[in-house]
Structures are given as structure tokens and as C-alpha cells.
């Protein structure tokens, strides 16, 4: 599965985005899907993750309460909306496909090249 991201900017502190991450191909859902970010000078690190029905969701601790994923079958497209973004936020954003629900990067084998989200404070 290929993997398009998409929705980043710049924005101030408590603001919000919403991400999006379109696939392709006719199994997208059968994947768990996932994103992470990256911030310079730091590893990448988990975000958030759904399962391939939309019911089950896994969030990092940081973005718990802020954040929610979600998924379209039909539209072939995962989502990442952002509320109260603040400056620690900061990152490329990254969305992935796996097999399997999971925290772990190195359960999802295919990734989007990347989108940029900065927040100003």
C-alpha cells in the first residue's frame, strides 16, 4: 500500500489541525493504521494507531485527550485531527500501514513520506 500525508502547517499554540493520510489500494481496510512524528534532533516516536475496523485505538500518554484517529474505508483514508496543539507538537508527522494494531513502528511496514506541523507558542 502506498501512503499519501497531508494537512500540515503552521499554527499557534492551541490551535488545531486535522491530518490526512490517503492510501492506496484495495485492501486498506484490513490495515491497522498508525502515525508518528519525528522532531528534529529527536527519534521518531508513536502518536496514535487504529485497527483496521475503526473500533480500537492506541494514543501515546502526550497526546491522549488532544488528539483522536480515525478511519474511512470507503475513502481509502486515515485521519489525525489535533486539538490544543502546543510547541512540544512540533514534528513531522508520519502516517503508517501494518497488519497489526500496535504502538511499535516496526510492526507497520509501509510509510507516507511526511508532513510538517509547526507550532508557534
Known amino acids: 500500500v502506498q501512503l499519501q500525508a497531508s494537512g500540515g502547517g503552521l499554527v499557534q499554540t492551541g490551535d488545531s489541525l486535522r491530518l490526512s493520510c490517503a492510501a492506496s489500494?484495495?485492501?486498506?481496510?484490513?490495515?491497522?493504521m498508525g502515525w508518528f512524528r519525528q522532531a528534529p534532533g529527536k527519534e521518531r516516536e508513536f502518536v496514535a494507531s487504529?485497527?483496521?475496523?475503526?473500533?480500537?485505538?492506541y494514543y501515546a500518554d502526550s497526546v491522549k485527550g488532544r488528539f483522536t484517529v480515525s478511519r474511512d474505508n470507503a475513502k481509502n483514508t486515515v485521519y489525525l485531527q489535533m486539538n490544543s496543539l502546543k510547541p512540544e507538537d512540533t514534528a513531522v508527522y508520519y502516517c503508517a500501514a501494518g497488519s497489526v494494531l500496535s504502538r511499535d513502528a516496526r510492526n507497520f511496514a509501509s510509510w507516507g513520506q511526511g508532513t510538517q506541523v509547526t507550532v508557534s507558542s
Open positions: 487504529i485497527d483496521w475496523s475503526g473500533r480500537f485505538t
Open positions: 489500494g484495495r485492501t486498506f481496510s484490513s490495515y491497522g
